[in-house]
């Protein structure tokens, strides 16, 4: 970077007492801004393509004491030197969700469109919960609602609003179901009186492999987590609808009220998909609120090919969708959408000063009517120009490929004799761990998260690990369809070394203390 001209100099009173102009973004600055995007492009140009790893391997213990010497009483000034600052404590050790050998979370590359519609977003700052807000932007967030629902198959009366991810969609949906209910049931409007006395019998259903947030939201609700029942799933990891009829039928004859049951369209281990026309039939008949839960699995409504996975959703009361797992969006972008546009009333509050109650039928549209927040951003900038520019096939065409390399990865896993997988992929994700004959649970369960560890302090790929019945195992999750087989059969070498090292180490360790053992009584 150049150390001529630096904008963006703090606000300051010179000898007249006139401030120098505070930086902020608009036709004035224009030019600031252009040179400050191109001292940003350059930093990052420069960064990129110096990685060579998903993340450096570095530990909080040594990246902290960086901070130490920052003073944020003391600006530096300007504006290069702030960004030599931002990338030591923060770009050169980031984590790249875009490195083909990140296999980690739930976190996927994201599309260039994307991230040029945040530059005009954050510019113009525009808010989207009323129209005398955001205008333009107010449709556009709706169009896309409707292009959503549409695609899901909800039918004409549906709608809906973008949420900070599936976790508020999930609340957002536990709470339209609570409300719903109490009101036909007892008639009695939650949003008035808080909870009815039987509020404690109120009974969610959500397979053992769902997604926490379900639990959450019912403890936010003032259910607890004890309204939430597991149900069980099959040896593919989606949930038995026998099962579920069963709690169903006990949960009723405990005296207990069924308020809604969660499908999960992919499970953020294992990718399962929920049998959702089963589900969707036991729901009918018992009258019970149907949420489908597809933070993951979203994208397959893109997909040409694996589109049919998802039936039955069309047949849901309402849907989870994040567009910041499967549909390449950056965080935050997430959706909830619902069959019936007059359960949103649950969250609408009439404020005076900003959506008063004598405008709701002549005026505007005011997106703040069907959310939980107030000011909020327009995350739908994004998803527009993504589909305008490449459109949801390229997106679907994506998801497709992470998904045929997740049956290709699975193939190669079944072909190690040292490696035990223990699903098929539905999705693009990978359960499996290091296992070579002979070796005890105990010691694969120290090991399997230390080959984690090691490959993450390497810094030459990122993967993960979960639990499942008290196992411990690793996981890889597919998002990049830049991920080559050849990625893939590299991080499986790392695994077996890193592995056998453990196990050698373990083994050393196990014989310095396999001297006589002492039983303690
Ligand atoms: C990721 C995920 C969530 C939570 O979504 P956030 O966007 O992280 O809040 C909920 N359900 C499932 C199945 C998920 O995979």
Redesign the pocket.
């Known amino acids: 970077m150049s150390d001529q001209a630096v904008p963006f100099m703090p606000s300051r009173l010179d000898g007249s007492g006139t401030a120098e102009p505070f930086p902020v973004f608009g036709d004035f600055s224009v030019s600031d801004y252009r040179q400050g995007m191109q001292a940003v492009m350059d930093l990052l140009q420069h960064r990129l393509e110096g990685t060579t790893g998903p993340f450096s391997g570095i530990l909080p213990g040594e990246l902290a004491p960086l901070f130490s010497r920052v003073d944020l009483d003391c600006p530096l000034g300007n504006l290069e030197q702030a960004l030599v600052e931002v990338d030591d404590l923060y770009l050169r050790d980031a984590v790249y969700f875009h490195h083909p050998r990140y296999l980690a979370h739930?976190n996927c590359p994201v599309t260039l469109p994307a991230v040029l519609a945040e530059a005009i977003q954050s510019g113009v700052n525009t808010a989207v919960e009323t129209w005398d807000q955001s205008a333009g932007a107010t449709l556009i967030e709706q169009a896309l609602v409707d292009w959503t629902a549409k695609r899901i198959g909800l039918g004409e009366e549906a709608d809906g609003v973008f949420t900070?991810?599936?976790?508020?969609?999930?609340l957002m949906a536990m709470l339209l179901a609570r409300d719903h209910f109490c009101q036909r049931r007892w008639h009695h409007c939650t949003r008035e009186q808080g909870l009815p006395p039987e509020s404690s019998r109120l009974r969610i259903f959500a397979s053992e492999m769902?997604?926490f947030?379900v639990q959450k939201a019912a403890s936010l609700l003032g259910l607890g987590y004890q309204a939430v029942v597991p149900v069980q799933s099959d040896r593919y990891y989606r949930m038995d609808p026998q099962a579920l009829e069963a709690a169903i039928l006990r949960c009723k004859a405990e005296g207990d009220y069924p308020l809604a049951v969660v499908a999960?369209a992919?499970?953020?281990d294992f990718g399962s998909i929920d049998p959702l026309p089963a589900t969707s039939a036991l729901c009918r008949a018992h009258d019970i609120w149907f949420h489908v839960?597809?933070?993951?699995?979203c994208g397959l409504l893109n997909s040409r090919r694996h589109r049919h996975s998802l039936d039955g959703i069309e047949q849901a009361d309402s849907v989870?969708v994040?567009y910041?797992?499967s549909f390449f969006q950056p965080?935050?972008c997430?959706a909830l959408l619902v069959r019936n546009r007059h359960h949103l009333s649950c969250v609408t509050w009439h404020a005076d000063y900003l959506n008063p109650f004598c405008a709701r039928q002549e005026g505007p549209p005011n997106l703040v009517d069907k959310s939980l927040q107030t000011t909020r951003r327009f995350d739908a900038l994004k998803l527009w120009l993504t589909l305008r520019t490449v459109g949801a096939d390229a997106l679907g065409e994506a998801f497709d490929t992470v998904i045929q390399r997740a049956r290709q990865a699975y193939l190669l896993l079944l072909s190690e004799p040292d490696i035990q997988v223990i699903h098929q992929p539905q999705l693009s994700t990978l359960v499996f761990r290091y296992q070579p004959a002979g070796v005890d649970d105990q010691t694969l369960n120290r090991i399997n998260p230390a080959i984690r560890s090691d490959i993450m302090r390497s810094g030459k790929a990122m993967i993960a690990g979960t639990r499942v019945h008290d196992r411990q195992y690793l996981k890889f999750t597919l998002l990049n369809p830049q991920t080559g087989l050849a990625d893939i059969r590299a991080i499986v070498e790392l695994i077996k070394q890193y592995g056998g090292q453990q196990l050698v180490a373990s083994q050393a360790h196990a014989s310095q203390h396999a001297e006589p053992e002492v039983i303690c009584e």
């Open positions: 739930l900070t991810g599936g976790t508020q969609s999930n769902s997604h947030s999960t992919g499970t953020t839960d597809a933070a993951y699995g989870t994040d910041h797992k965080v935050s997430s």
